[in-house]
């Protein structure tokens, strides 16, 4: 079975512009979860989507977006990047929403923003 | 409110000894669930081991086993016989089951192994 794949891998971008990542989850699985790593925060959680509908978001401000499609793909979007987002954005799927659910990451995608 | 803490910030082991990586927690869900996640300088987070909050035995899997010790809220990692793959960062995290609630980070412990 496939893993989760997230694209682009790396992205570079100035500040202002906005990015779009993009999130195919394991085959099966309905549920997508987004989290920002950086050096100084650590792992955060971002949001995350079942079924089309986002059932859980973090502290992030609206520039933070994200979305599920019917096939269980995501796409996160962030708008005026800032300096401060440069991280690595991960991805999980899991098979539901349940604690007792593992999440299985992806890869990531790393972003710098000069 | 849920946390997730993880104070040692390296370890330092020899090849094929054992290494106990230590997590504490707390939360107020009487179900949850714990996770300990294995990251290489790639950055892929791989899942490792699983233990519920209601489980008797202590979760192993391979080379992994988790100490879980509920009253203490406590849940390190031990691992057997070290390998020089090892060595990564290793997270404990947790996710409580009222609605909303999201999978925790500690902030992670470096292992690394050496020969």
């Known amino acids: 079975k496939a893993g989760v794949t997230q694209t682009p891998r790396y992205l570079i971008k100035t500040r202002g512009q906005q990015v779009t990542l993009s999130c195919s989850p394991i085959?099966?699985?309905?549920?997508v979860s987004w989290y920002q790593q950086t050096p100084g925060q650590g792992l955060q959680f971002l949001f995350e989507y079942f079924s089309e509908t986002q059932r859980n978001k973090g502290n992030f401000p609206g520039r933070f977006s994200g979305r599920q499609f019917s096939n269980s793909r995501s796409e996160m979007n962030v708008s005026t990047l800032e300096l401060g987002d440069s991280a690595l954005y991960l991805c999980?799927?899991?098979?539901?929403?349940?604690?007792?659910?593992?999440?299985?990451f992806g890869p990531g995608t790393r972003l710098t923003v000069l | 409110a849920q946390k997730i803490t993880q104070t040692q910030p390296g370890m330092f082991v020899q090849e094929k000894e054992a290494v106990t990586l230590d997590c504490t927690y707390d939360?107020?869900?009487?179900?949850?669930?714990l996770f300990w996640y294995k990251q290489p300088s790639s950055g892929e987070m791989i899942f490792l081991i699983y233990q519920g909050s209601y489980d008797q035995q202590n979760a192993t899997e391979g080379r992994y086993s988790l100490n879980f010790q509920k009253a203490r809220k406590s849940a390190n990692l031990v691992i057997s016989a070290s390998q020089l793959g090892d060595s990564a960062m290793y997270f404990c995290a947790m996710r409580g089951n009222q609605a909303g609630t999201a999978l925790i980070f500690g902030k992670g412990t470096t292992l690394s192994v050496s020969s």
């Open positions: 085959s099966g699985h309905r549920s």
């Open positions: 999980a799927s899991s098979v539901g929403q349940g604690y007792y659910n593992e999440q299985f």
């Open positions: 939360t107020s869900d009487p179900s949850y669930g």
